[in-house]
Each structure stands twice: as C-alpha cells, then as structure tokens.
T-cell receptor, first 113, second 114 residues
C-alpha cells in the first residue's frame, strides 16, 4: 500500500487570507493520480481538485490550486481568499494504477472570521 | 446520474454480534467499489476493493469481510464484532471506464460497538 502523509493535523486561516495544506506520498510508480477531498461536519466526502501525475501543469479550480512537485513527491493545496465554508477536514489521496485510493490522516482547517 | 446509497447511517451493536453494512450504486455498470474505515482522529483506511462480482481484494487482514453478490452491490460483514471495529465506515465507487475520475463516496455509517 502506498503511504500518504499529511504533517499538519490542524491549520487555521483568517477569512479572505491564503492557506497551504501539505501532502507528501511514497510511490515507485510513474503514472498515478492525486486528489484533495474535503470533509465538512456532515462527513460527506467532496472532491476539491485532482492532478494527473503525467501533467506538469498544476491543477486549479477557482480558489483552489495545487503545487505538484513530482520529483519531491509533494502535492500541496492552496486555498485563496478563504471563506467560512472552507472550514473542514481536508484529505490528500493517491490513486495507483490498480485504481486503489490511499488517503492521508487529514488536516483540520479552521477559518477565523 | 449516478448515485450511491449506504445504510444504515448509524448502528450500535454489542460486542460479539454480527455486522452487515450494505452499499449500492445506481446509474452505472461495472463500478470499482471500495470500503473504507475512518477511526476517530485518523484518515481513511482502505479495507476492501472490488473490480467485479465476487472479486474482492483485502487491504488489511482483520475481523471484517466483504462480498459483492451483484454488480452494483457491496456488503461489509463481520461474524463477531470487536470493540476496535467501532468507527465511521464509508463506501465508495469509481467509474471503471475512465482513467481520470475520482472516487465518489456514500454518506457513511457510524458504527459503535458496545
């Protein structure tokens, strides 16, 4: 099983500011997919953004963007103009060529009004 | 559109009792199916993975088992629950026809073993 590490159990950000959540992973594969999921208090898992490993360009989705460093096996999530609704647990996930998804331990994000 | 149903939402079971959690997917065929467990303060642990009827891969040897009796039905079972089986269980599916799609999750089942 692949290992996904999120070293920040908790993070906080002021409303309208920018925050970056870290994620590293361990793999020997060259072709894989990376994801960030959001889990609000309802506990429903919601996809935030995805990145294909073969693409050098970093993915962006509105206020969410990633910094994908393949050689360093790093996949961080940047949230710009943070909103109160962004408060949630964020999980980094790795999907291998066998289509198994492996998740990190999560980062709990608090948005301060 | 595709939907995933998981039930029950909440379950309280005594130690030593059996368990059956069910998950069904609608609106697609031949999905990849997954069972995850989320323990308190921890991430999602992949328990079982299935690519087709009767085809189950186990990630973590434990007190649980999974079955896929129909194409879009995935069942998580235990013959005798342990206290350590408590947690939040999530079923998920992925479209097997497209490479770049994500996993879609059910609403989850909160299991408390007492």
């Amino acid at each position: 099983a692949q290992t996904v590490t999120q070293s920040q159990p908790e993070m906080s950000v002021q409303e309208a500011e920018t925050v970056t959540l870290s994620c590293t992973y361990d793999t020997s594969e060259s072709d894989y997919y990376l994801f960030w999921y959001k889990q609000p208090p309802s506990r429903q898992m919601i996809l935030v953004i995805r990145q294909e490993a073969y693409k050098q360009q970093n993915a962006t989705e509105n206020r969410f963007s990633v910094n994908f460093q393949k050689a360093a096996k790093s996949f961080s999530l940047k949230i710009s103009d943070s909103q109160l609704g962004d408060a949630a647990m964020y999980f980094c996930a790795y999907r291998n060529t066998g289509n198994q998804f492996y998740f990190g331990t999560g980062t709990s994000l608090t948005v301060i009004p | 559109s595709q939907t995933i149903h998981q039930w029950p939402a909440t379950l309280v079971q005594p130690v030593g009792s059996p368990l059956s959690l069910e998950c069904t997917v609608e609106g697609t065929s031949n999905p990849n199916l997954y069972w995850y467990r989320q323990a308190a303060g921890r991430g999602l642990q992949l328990l079982f993975y299935s690519v087709g009827i009767g085809q189950i891969s186990s990630e973590v040897p434990q007190n649980l088992s999974a079955s896929r009796p129909q194409d879009r039905q995935f069942i998580l079972s235990s013959k005798k629950l342990l206290l350590s089986d408590s947690g939040f269980y999530l079923c998920a599916w992925k479209n097997s026809y497209y490479l770049n799609t994500e996993a879609f999750f059910g609403q989850g089942t909160r299991l408390t073993v007492v």
